[in-house]
């Protein structure tokens, strides 16, 4: 598009023309494509009367998030102690992505586009590793791997199934396809590959040194030896221990639980009565209130014999152990027909007046036995 300017005389400025070029990149096929579209554009004019044209050019660049990335070496073999080469990472995008390297586990993380290993590696280094191309617009990843060879490490491990001792070889290495040699002493007694091989069956009757050794790419590993005395004992010692241990666990348990119930009733019953006291004090109570009930009672009834005339008291039975007191009988005057007689006073009065310490205990025992009757006339 083409615009001309007239001349403006007070600024100095000439006649000039004025092009435009105007894009739709909406309509483009596949719109903006980095690849294709990234160009320099440039603007010429033609020639005039007084001289050759002009032109003037610039950059048109495409901005987009990191992507085509690319790792070199994808994976990488390694005998333990040994230097990896160097792995480099690279992408795709503008602004120009930033790279960052990032373990397995999301430790080590190391920035630039090469994850360089400074030191011999160990077998702890194995694994995964993930380059991260990043800038404004986005990101994207990709992981290699390293593989961190090194001689298998074993330990033996007994196994009873079915009344019968086995021997496990337990094996860590890499790779992780062995060869086993069992040894009884130095005598080479079974080698193969497949797994079964891991273990070996102590028949009855067979004591000695046994000893595990594997075999992968990285070398011969150590042996690893146990030493079995006589596999039935071996065998009953073991369920013996495991008896016990169960046994120790449940003792153990059940002292726990009888400690904290002691402790618990303990606590329920501070700031509560002792019931048997209670009982105890209630029961003294009791008797001395029929105590007191009783010489009240005694006194009263003393106390009006002495005060009225012509009154006699009629004790209770005395127990059958007790010889019984008959009092003289006193004769009386007769009188008329119709007339109520009138009995005369007993000399039990008296002798009950007087009675002694001793026989007023008595009496008090005889009132706790019997209740007492009286008849006041």
Not at 127 to 135: D, H, K, Q, V
Not at 264 to 284: A, L, M, N, P, W
Not at 297 to 324: F, H, Y
């Amino acid at each position: 598009k083409e615009k001309v300017k007239l001349p403006d005389y007070t600024s100095n400025i000439l006649s000039q023309v004025e092009s435009r070029l105007i894009m739709n990149v909406t309509a483009w096929e596949g719109g903006l494509v980095p690849d294709r579209d990234t160009a320099n554009y440039t603007c010429l004019s033609s020639n005039n009367t007084v001289g050759s044209g002009v032109f003037s050019s610039t950059l048109f660049r495409v901005h987009f998030p990191p992507r085509s990335i690319q790792i070199s070496p994808r994976l990488q073999t390694v005998k333990e102690n040994l230097r990896p080469r160097d792995f480099r990472c690279g992408a795709k995008g503008y602004p120009p992505a930033k790279y960052f390297w990032q373990f397995e586990n999301g430790t080590r993380t190391r920035s630039g586009e090469t994850l360089r290993f400074k030191s011999p590696v160990r077998r702890t280094d194995g694994g995964s590793y993930t380059c991260t191309a990043f800038n404004s617009l986005g990101n994207v990843q990709e992981s290699v791997r390293l593989n961190v060879v090194y001689k298998p490490e074993c330990y033996i491990d007994k196994e009873i199934r079915e009344s019968i001792l086995y021997l496990r070889c337990m094996v860590d290495a890499f790779p992780p396809n062995v060869t086993y040699y069992w040894y009884q002493g130095e005598t080479l007694i079974s080698s193969a590959i497949f797994s079964s091989a891991t273990q070996f069956e102590i028949s009855k009757g067979i004591v000695g040194e046994f000893s595990c050794q594997a075999l992968n790419l990285a070398g011969l590993g150590p042996r690893c030896t146990i030493q079995i005395n006589d596999p039935s004992s071996l065998l009953i010692e073991e369920q013996d221990f495991t008896l016990i241990t169960f046994g120790a666990i449940f003792v153990s348990i059940f002292v726990l639980s009888l400690i904290l119930s002691v402790i618990f009733c303990r606590k329920k019953s501070d700031g509560k009565y002792d019931i048997t006291v209670i009982h105890e004090v209630q029961d003294d109570l009791t008797i001395r209130t029929r105590e007191e009930k009783t010489s009240a009672l005694e006194n009263k009834t003393l106390n009006q014999m002495k005060s009225s005339n012509g009154c006699s008291a009629i004790p209770a039975p005395p127990p059958e152990d007790e010889p019984v007191i008959t009092p003289p009988a006193v004769h009386t005057p007769s009188t008329a027909a119709g007339e109520k007689a009138e009995p005369a006073p007993t000399a039990g009065v008296s002798n009950f007046g007087r009675a002694s310490t001793k026989q007023r205990r008595r009496s008090r025992k005889m009132l706790n036995r019997a209740p007492t009757e009286l008849w006041l006339v």
